[in-house]
């Protein structure tokens, strides 16, 4: 690493803040400038206090009326006061910055600016900015970024470090060719890094941020084919053959498997006993069952004497795949054992697992990215799944690849991408899709509701709560605060059990928990000894509650519609009516109108297209679609025209030049080398 990039060379960054910003990825120059907005506010001139609204983001100017208070709520410190203007008074609450007893004195004479809530009836203000009067003139009008946070890093120390870096530093060099900037109509790279940080107007920021997102896209389209160069050569080293244990298997679940998985199974064995190495994505819309499908991978490589790994993006997903496969395995007396290795386990247990993996006494082994750490050694992998793939880095899966003899490789994959952008984005993959759900479920009853519903709907609940089966309530998403997040979700639950029967057993569920915790609320959960999951969008992925089959969701306005469709993916699993209610904040037209999308199907599928539709490629930073494959700045659905024509670029450019050896692309194949070796591990494709 250069030393001089580092940021803690910058003005006004100092060990602490530097810290912190690590904790963000940011540790250099380069980091910070690529540390990309997440949006822009036009700040306007203050408001009168008797005229603010709820949800709404707002400036007021008036007299601080009250000493500061501070309260502590387990590791949450919340700083309280109020403000006065000649029109009323509005409270002010702000999350984990203590330091700010010192700062704001009573009687001061200050501008805030931030969002609006209403709690329990009465409006705050939440986690404002503060501006002297003359700081805020210089602010007024422009537009402004809005950054992603964290705990003790505020939006103007990101913003003043941006700029201490523009200012200081930097002009990188160009490294894309004229001509490919010429033909797909691309700015100059310094242009839109300044502009996609400070835009001067709109116009400039939509043309500073197609550079960027054709930038990343390009990137890894590049990478992709390299990858998918290397891996054509690999040659199947595995003595594997069909194998009775899977046949066994199928006839003895207890239900059928569905036509569209037979397929998808089929080609996964052929794959299997093929020449070359699998790379495969299995595409399934929620709860299509791709589960069983890793899993018969998983056991016909261990009958034939070899191992088998199974990642996943969480601890309590993968506590979830351990326990069901070792269940499996004990249901049908399959003499083989399953090993899972977590980040959070402790050092001893975790030599214990690494022994077994070693010497081959657990086949299968279920878990995080704690799979691919250095101290792991396979005896002998064959195979590897990797569970909605896009949240590893292909360079991890590469890492694993490594630690067999070239495993082979099984994605599994709920994003409903169309087939054309399947084939750019998973271009190192063969794809297969589920395109049938299991014969028995019946389809999920949806509605649309104001917040006036939500007593009916506890009612609701309660009365399926009485018949056996259990809700799921998602909290809202702030977008500008996890710990906002976490005590939304903490006081929800407290409310909500005033509001249902004390033998209705309620918990909730945040990011924020130990894994230990998560995973045993969820087991709880999973075992029917809590009926009522008060939730995050941590079940967002994967979860797989059958006897669950309310999901009702708060906010829903705040949300993608993909990433709804996976919310309500987590109900209607088995063969219960399930029900999921879309409770709508807003009066807005146009969230009523995207909603009814979700209300009038549940092909996830025909919801993405619907989406992109609606919102169309100029809406660059609403919702983002989806949680899933996350790009830093592109979307690979509303940006799918970037994407195509990333992909044209890097067609034009290796069909010049195979091996980026011209000197025209020196720059470029040093870029490249840099993103092989950083960038995709960031990446979370
Ligand atoms: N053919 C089938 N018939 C009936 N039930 C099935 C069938 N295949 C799988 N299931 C069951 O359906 C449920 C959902 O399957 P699974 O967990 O594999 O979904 P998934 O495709 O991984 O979905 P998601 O992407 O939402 O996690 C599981 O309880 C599983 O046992």
Known sequence: MDQDSLIINLKGVGEKTSALFHKIGIDTVEDLISYYPRDYDVYKEPVLISGIKSDETVAVEGIIIKNIEIKKIRSLTIVTTAIKDESGALNITWYNMPFLKNAIKQGSHLILRGRINNKNGRLTMEQPQIFQLEEYKSVLKVMQPKYSLIAGITNHTITKAVKQAMEQNITVVEYLPKY????????????????????????????????????????????????????????????????????KLIQMLPYRLTNAQLKVWDEIEQDLIGETVMNRLVQGDVGSGKTIIAILGILMVISCGYQG??????????????????????????????????????????????????????????????????????????????????????????????????????????????????????????????????????????????????????????KEVESGRQAYIICPMVEESENI??????????????????????????????AKDKNNIMEQFGANEIQVLVSTTVVEVGVNVVNATVMMIENAERFGLAQLHQLRGRVGRG?????????????????????????KSNDGFFIASEDLKLRGPGDLFGIRQSGLLEFKIGDVFTDASVLQNASEAATVILDKDRNLEMPENKRLREKIDQYMKLGLSNLSL
Not at 195 to 204: A, G, T, Y
Not at 592 to 597: A, D, S, V
């Open 485 to 514: 997040e976490v005590e939304n979700v903490v006081e929800y639950a407290q409310l909500l059990k005033t509001q249902l029967p004390a033998n209705i057993r309620i918990e909730y569920l945040h990011g924020k928990m130990k």
């Open 309 to 462: 790994a199974f990642m996943v993006p969480t601890e309590v997903l993968a506590k979830q795949q351990y326990n069901s496969i070792t269940e499996l395995f004990m249901l049908y007396q399959f003499p083989y054992k399953a090993v899972l290795l977590t980040g959070s386990m402790t050092a001893k247990e975790k030599r214990e697992v690494y022994r077994q993996i070693e010497t081959g006494g657990a086949q299968v082994i279920v878990g995080t990215h704690a799979l691919i750490q250095e101290k792991v050694q396979y005896k002998n992998l064959a195979l590897v799944v990797t569970d909605e793939q896009h949240r590893f880095g292909v360079r991890q899966r590469e890492t694993l690849s490594k630690k067999g003899q070239d495993p082979h490789v099984l994605v599994m994959s709920a994003t409903p991408i169309p087939r054309t952008l399947a084939i750019i984005l998973y271009g190192d993959l063969d794809v297969s899709v589920i395109d049938e759900l299991p014969a028995e479920r019946q389809v999920i009853k949806n509605c649309v509701v104001n917040s006036g519903y939500r007593q009916t709907a506890y009612q609701f609940i309660k």
């Open 180 to 247: 490919i900037r010429k033909q797909f109509h691309l700015a100059e790279y310094n242009f839109a890094v300044e502009n996609i940080h400070f835009p001067n107007n709109m116009e400039d920021l939509i043309i500073a941020r197609n550079r960027l997102v054709f930038d990343e896209f390009f990137l890894f389209i590049l990478a992709i084919r390299q990858l998918k160069e290397k891996k054509e050569a690999a040659i199947n080293h595995f003595e594997l053959f069909k194998v009775s244990d899977t046949q």
């Open 575 to 599: 063969k219960h009516q399930s029900y999921c209610i879309l409770v709508n904040g807003s009066d807005s037209k146009a969230s009523k109108k995207r909603l009814e999308i979700l209300n």
